[in-house]
């Protein structure tokens, strides 16, 4: 057979698309389910050795696995609501027309979220230190008792919250402004004249419109706090007493720190099926409320 006959118009396509294909199983498709393979194994004399569903069993009986979901839905239920309702206000309040050099104040807002994620935390270790920290100067400045940020249960959850919500505020924002400005001017401007409010305006009509723009920051934003690992681990190592530890970071160390992978596998599986739950259950929310 000559090579001519080996590529036809037919075939070049996927021929081009073969590398691709072959990456994205390799890398994507294969370690999944070899992750769901693993999630039934246990390490044990140099070998793996299969134990059923002892892996998932073991997890439903751990106290440490439960209370980094806690963490976690701590993160979510506090910071993701108010990244998404900041951001909304930030975009709206950008696209105002009193609103001068918008374009400096969009790069500004937007400029975290491309900072490298281990120099901010870095940065907020320092500002958020207990002893030296410019937060606590602040507050002693301004008549307020310093904060052991790093110490507490509590203040050490807010001040990943903190930086989290800084870091990725403006992305959000970006997102829900490309939403607002597609929203055609004759809307507004006719709720204006009719004598509508900013907040009028906000509630009846950009809320509705961009919809699916915001179900789409909560979903993203849920997924990538479900997923919190970078943040908790520079900040706080998960402590004190666990109290930042992050689904995440419990699947990092029992397969990277203790080489439970079998277990570390289990871990990843619970955290795609919460992952699923939520998406879906905030889009029948979304749904209904259109009803």
């Known amino acids: 057979m000559t090579k001519k006959n080996i590529i036809t118009k037919h075939n ?3 021929i081009l698309l073969a590398p691709t294909i072959i990456i994205f199983a390799v890398f994507m498709v294969y370690p999944v389910f070899r992750s769901l393979y693993l999630s039934f194994y246990e390490y044990r004399g140099g070998t793996y050795e299969f134990i059923h569903w002892e892996n998932y069993i073991k997890l439903f009986q751990d106290g440490i696995f439960f209370k980094s979901l806690f963490n976690t839905f701590v993160y979510l239920l506090i910071q993701v609501p108010v990244m998404v309702v900041g951001a909304l206000l930030i975009a709206v309040l950008i696209e105002q027309k009193f609103i001068r050099a918008k374009a400096f104040f969009r790069a500004a807002i937007f400029l975290p979220s ?3 994620l281990v120099a901010y935390a870095l940065v907020f270790k320092v500002l958020m230190n207990s002893d030296y920290g410019l937060i606590n100067y602040v507050l002693k400045a301004i008549g307020l008792p310093p904060v052991n940020w790093f110490y ?3 203040s050490a ?3 990943i919250i903190i930086a989290i919500t800084w870091r990725w505020l403006g992305y959000n924002m970006i997102i829900l402004l490309a939403g607002i400005q597609a929203i055609p001017e004759e809307l507004t401007e006719a709720a204006q004249m009719s004598g509508a409010s900013l907040f009028q ?3 009846y009509i950009t809320i509705p419109i961009i919809k699916p723009v915001i179900l789409f920051c909560t979903i993203t934003s849920t997924i990538g706090t479900l997923q919190l690992f970078d943040e908790p681990f520079i900040l706080t ?3 004190p007493n666990n109290a930042t530890l992050t689904a995440g970071q419990y699947l990092f160390n029992n397969g990277f ?3 439970k992978f079998g277990y570390a596998s289990a871990v990843g ?3 795609v099926l919460l992952i699923a739950a939520l998406s879906i259950l905030q889009f029948k929310i979304t749904n209904r409320s259109e009803i």
């Open 152 to 154: 507490g249960e509590w």
């Open 269 to 271: 599986y619970i955290l």
């Open 201 to 203: 305006i906000l509630f």
């Open 114 to 116: 491309v900072t490298a």
């Open 237 to 239: 190592e998960g402590g």
């Open 257 to 259: 720190t203790y080489l």
């Open 12 to 14: 070049v396509p996927y």
């Open 157 to 159: 959850r807010f001040a």
